[in-house]
Each structure stands twice: as structure tokens, then as C-alpha cells.
């Protein structure tokens, strides 16, 4: 058969395919008919904590005061958890949360922690997911069940308390049996990039970001705000550190740096450059590094809830996973729905796994921030599971791969150093 025979061939038949999907998915009868043909089978919500103080002062700025008032607890936030490693014993040791009692700002607050504000927006972002699968798709229990909720976060205090906020949001503070937050060990962590495990990755990076921070324009702005702002000669910060003085200060009203707040936009602008220098002019190697491991585990939670191979498996409806933005800017670059702007405080990805009732396909459909995506690979918000599962399946790491990309310190000797 010839070239042109084929694609015709193979033209036709995807049509035919996607015209069978988009019958079997109930785009036929718009969106009301979609819900009705369409039964929901699994929810996953990757989500960063809520707004925090700083997580280090400016040098040579005039000092914003932190009041420990903005730290206080909304009644309505409040519920009790419990936080346990991954296999039920005691809460690990948190070396982050230990390095931050070091930085005191000015007013006695120390740094990353969350505050009001934050906890107001993941009460929110409970309360969205509660209208959403609660009220509407009235696929969750309105009362928190330990059977149908797996809950882990980064062993970090502010997303454990982000945590909190966006349960009491979600079940509304009514639980049955014990809230369990999972953790794991630092060194071991797979909600973010991970540079005390993976050797590979830390250099990488280090590098990369050094040399993102030496590309012509990137540079010129950063010497120029820096100039401005009287801090030119103080290497140790960089747009990252700007952009995260500006947004904590911004969102909790406090009384910004004139000068670094006029160059706003260009300090997120030159952020994200310095990312997409860092993720996505790489090798797809650096993505797996990143969120090679999260991705694998979202795999997994999907098969299982496909095929259960015991009762906890059939039970489980929705899986929280507590992370940060350094998460959430590889995800969505690996799942090409990245804005190209900085994720906010308590920005979420969440995938929801659906099921056709008569035809018994399956579907995935990506939302970030309460907005559909349509996820690279896909036709439309609504995307056959087993496309899906192919754009996972490109970053998806096992333990075992994950060690030994890591480990292949060698190869890129050459590369960074080019």
C-alpha cells in the first residue's frame, strides 16, 4: 500500500475513532448529557499550600514587618489530624521546617510559615472541591471517610496545615474515624524536585539555573533591578528571591519595596524564563527527575482504581497530594498545559478518571485551577484514558529507573558545562 493510500486510510479511521469516543463520551448531547453517559470513578488532586511568609528576607531592603496576627487560625479551618510516615509510624524529623526557624523577620514571624490568608484560600479550594464532587457529582462522602481518602503531603508544617484548611473546606469539619496525613522522609520526598536523593538533579540544576541566570536578557533585567533596588552586589539572590518577596508581601497587603514592586512583571516574566531554561530546554531526562516519581504514582492510583486488587483499592475515591511550585511548574510542563505563569498560592491540578456507562471506555480529564486543560496528545478536555497514559508514561519513573537516572552523574559532564 502507498504513502498516500495509508494516510488516507489512517485518516479515516481516526475520525472514525474520534466521532465513536466523542458518541461514547455524550458530547453528542453537550455537556448535561456528557455528565449523564459518564460515571466518575477517581479523583487526584496535586495542589500547592496556601500563602506563606517569605522564605528569605531581602538583603539591604527596608524590612517588611510580620505580625503574628497573620498567622492566626480562622476557627473554621480548624480539624484535627494526625501525620504519620508511609508506613504508620511517627511523623519523620523535617530538616526544612527546622531550617526555617533560623530566618526571624521583623515582627517575630519565621519564614515559610502559613499564614491566615493562605489558610483562607485552601479552606476555599476544600470548599470548590466540595461544591464540585460533593454537591454536584455527589461522588464523595460529605462527611470525611478515612476509607475513601488517601492524604499525603510534603513533610513540611505549612502544607500539613494547608492540608487541614482544605479538608475542613471539603468535609465542611465533619469527619468519621481519624484524619492520617502521610509523609515521607526528606531525603526521600517525591512531592518536588528532589536534590538530596538525586545528585544528577542538584547539579543540573545548580547549573543550569547559573547559566539561565547569564542569558543576555535575563541577566540585564536582574543587574538592572538589583542596581535599582541597591543589592547589585549580593550574588545569592535572584529573580526566584524577588518573586517570592513580592508575591508574599502582595498578597497579604503589606507595604512592598517601591522600586521592586515597579519591575512585578518583569521579575515573574524572567522566573518563568529562568524555569523553562532549567525544564524545558532540557533533556526529558530532567522532567523525569522532577515529577518522574509523582507521575508513576499517579499511574498507578488509576490502574487500581481500573482494576482493584483488594477492598482499600475499591474504596478509595480521592487521593491529595500537598506540594509546592517547584511541583506543579514540571507537571504541567509534562503535561503541556504550563500559562507560562507562575502558579499562585494554592494553584491545583486535579485528574479525574472517568468511566462510560454503556460502552465501558475510560477518560481522563485534567482541570488546573477549575479550568479544563487539554492535555498534550489529546483532542479535547475529555481524553481517552489510554492517551493519557502514554503522555504519563513518557516522564513516569519507577524506584528503580529514578535511582538510576540519578546515578548517571557522567553524561553530563559535557553538556552542562558546553
Given at each position: 500500500?502507498?504513502?498516500?493510500?495509508r494516510?488516507?486510510?489512517?485518516?479515516?479511521?481516526?475520525?472514525?475513532?474520534?466521532?465513536?469516543?466523542?458518541a461514547?463520551a455524550?458530547?453528542?448531547?453537550?455537556?448535561?448529557?456528557?455528565?449523564?453517559?459518564?460515571?466518575?470513578?477517581?479523583?487526584?488532586?496535586v495542589?500547592?499550600?496556601?500563602?506563606?511568609?517569605p522564605?528569605?528576607p531581602?538583603p539591604?531592603?527596608?524590612?517588611v514587618?510580620w505580625?503574628?496576627?497573620?498567622?492566626?487560625?480562622?476557627?473554621?479551618?480548624?480539624?484535627?489530624?494526625?501525620?504519620t510516615?508511609?508506613?504508620g509510624?511517627?511523623?519523620?524529623?523535617?530538616?526544612l521546617?527546622?531550617?526555617?526557624?533560623k530566618?526571624?523577620?521583623?515582627?517575630?514571624?519565621?519564614a515559610?510559615?502559613l499564614?491566615?490568608?493562605?489558610?483562607?484560600q485552601?479552606?476555599?479550594?476544600?470548599?470548590?472541591?466540595?461544591?464540585s464532587?460533593?454537591?454536584?457529582?455527589?461522588?464523595?462522602?460529605?462527611?470525611?471517610?478515612?476509607?475513601?481518602?488517601?492524604?499525603?503531603?510534603?513533610?513540611?508544617?505549612?502544607n500539613?496545615?494547608?492540608?487541614?484548611?482544605?479538608?475542613?473546606?471539603?468535609?465542611?469539619?465533619?469527619?468519621?474515624?481519624?484524619?492520617?496525613i502521610?509523609?515521607?522522609e526528606a531525603?526521600?520526598e517525591?512531592?518536588?524536585?528532589?536534590?538530596?536523593?538525586?545528585?544528577r538533579?542538584?547539579?543540573?540544576?545548580?547549573?543550569?539555573?547559573?547559566n539561565?541566570?547569564?542569558?543576555?536578557?535575563i541577566?540585564?533585567?536582574?543587574k538592572k533591578?538589583?542596581?535599582?533596588?541597591?543589592?547589585?552586589?549580593?550574588?545569592?539572590?535572584d529573580f526566584?528571591v524577588?518573586?517570592?518577596?513580592?508575591?508574599?508581601?502582595?498578597v497579604?497587603n503589606l507595604?512592598?519595596c517601591p522600586?521592586?514592586?515597579?519591575?512585578?512583571?518583569?521579575?515573574?516574566r524572567?522566573?518563568v524564563?529562568?524555569?523553562l531554561?532549567?525544564?524545558?530546554?532540557?533533556?526529558?531526562?530532567?522532567?523525569?527527575m522532577?515529577?518522574?516519581?509523582?507521575?508513576?504514582?499517579?499511574q498507578?492510583?488509576?490502574?487500581?482504581?481500573?482494576n482493584?486488587?483488594?477492598?482499600?483499592?475499591?474504596?478509595?475515591?480521592?487521593?491529595?497530594?500537598?506540594?509546592h511550585?517547584?511541583?506543579?511548574i514540571?507537571?504541567?510542563l509534562?503535561?503541556?498545559?504550563?500559562?507560562?505563569k507562575w502558579p499562585?498560592?494554592a494553584?491545583?491540578?486535579?485528574l479525574?478518571l472517568?468511566?462510560h456507562?454503556?460502552?465501558?471506555e475510560?477518560?481522563?480529564r485534567v482541570?488546573?485551577?477549575?479550568?479544563?486543560?487539554?492535555?498534550?496528545?489529546c483532542?479535547?478536555?475529555?481524553?481517552?484514558?489510554?492517551?493519557?497514559l502514554?503522555?504519563?508514561?513518557?516522564?513516569?519513573?519507577?524506584?528503580?529507573?529514578?535511582?538510576?537516572?540519578c546515578?548517571?552523574?557522567?553524561?553530563?559532564?559535557?553538556?552542562?558545562?558546553?
Amino acid at each position: 500500500m502507498g504513502w498516500g493510500a495509508r494516510l488516507w486510510l489512517l485518516g479515516g479511521l481516526a475520525a472514525w475513532t474520534q466521532r465513536r469516543r466523542a458518541a461514547a463520551a455524550g458530547r453528542d448531547d453537550g455537556e448535561g448529557g456528557r455528565h449523564r453517559e459518564l460515571e466518575l470513578r477517581l479523583v487526584q488532586v496535586v495542589y500547592r499550600h496556601g500563602a506563606r511568609t517569605p522564605l528569605r528576607p531581602l538583603p539591604g531592603v527596608a524590612p517588611v514587618e510580620w505580625h503574628p496576627t497573620l498567622l492566626d487560625v480562622p476557627a473554621k479551618t480548624k480539624f484535627d489530624y494526625v501525620v504519620t510516615d508511609l508506613n504508620g509510624g511517627p511523623q519523620p524529623h523535617s530538616p526544612l521546617d527546622e531550617g526555617y526557624k533560623k530566618t526571624v523577620f521583623k515582627g517575630g514571624v519565621v519564614a515559610g510559615q502559613l499564614t491566615t490568608v493562605g489558610m483562607e484560600q485552601t479552606f476555599a479550594l476544600g470548599e470548590r472541591l466540595r461544591r464540585s464532587f460533593v454537591e454536584e457529582a455527589k461522588f464523595l462522602s460529605p462527611t470525611f471517610k478515612p476509607a475513601e481518602v488517601f492524604v499525603r503531603s510534603t513533610n513540611i508544617f505549612r502544607n500539613l496545615e494547608s492540608t487541614r484548611c482544605l479538608l475542613a473546606g471539603l468535609y465542611q469539619q465533619q469527619k468519621e474515624g481519624s484524619v492520617v496525613i502521610v509523609t515521607d522522609e526528606a531525603s526521600s520526598e517525591m512531592l518536588y524536585p528532589n536534590y538530596h536523593n538525586c545528585q544528577r538533579l542538584k547539579c543540573l540544576t545548580r547549573d543550569r539555573m547559573q547559566n539561565a541566570m547569564r542569558q543576555p536578557g535575563i541577566s540585564d533585567d536582574l543587574k538592572k533591578i538589583k542596581k535599582r533596588i541597591g543589592i547589585d552586589g549580593d550574588e545569592s539572590v535572584d529573580f526566584l528571591v524577588l518573586l517570592d518577596n513580592i508575591f508574599a508581601e502582595q498578597v497579604h497587603n503589606l507595604p512592598s519595596c517601591p522600586v521592586l514592586k515597579s519591575f512585578q512583571q518583569t521579575v515573574e516574566r524572567r522566573s518563568v524564563d529562568a524555569m523553562l531554561f532549567l525544564l524545558e530546554d532540557s533533556s526529558r531526562e530532567v522532567l523525569q527527575m522532577n515529577i518522574g516519581l509523582l507521575f508513576n504514582t499517579l499511574q498507578k492510583n488509576i490502574k487500581a482504581a481500573i482494576n482493584p486488587s483488594n477492598p482499600a483499592e475499591k474504596a478509595r475515591k480521592l487521593f491529595l497530594y500537598a506540594s509546592h511550585d517547584s511541583t506543579l511548574i514540571p507537571l504541567l510542563l509534562a503535561l503541556g498545559t504550563f500559562d507560562h505563569k507562575w502558579p499562585p498560592y494554592a494553584a491545583d491540578v486535579i485528574l479525574e478518571l472517568y468511566q462510560h456507562r454503556r460502552s465501558k471506555e475510560w477518560f481522563v480529564r485534567v482541570s488546573y485551577r477549575g479550568e479544563e486543560q487539554v492535555v498534550k496528545g489529546c483532542k479535547a478536555g475529555l481524553c481517552p484514558l489510554e492517551r493519557f497514559l502514554e503522555v504519563l508514561s513518557q516522564y513516569s519513573v519507577s524506584p528503580e529507573e529514578y535511582k538510576n537516572l540519578c546515578s548517571q552523574m557522567d553524561r553530563d559532564r559535557q553538556t552542562t558545562h558546553d
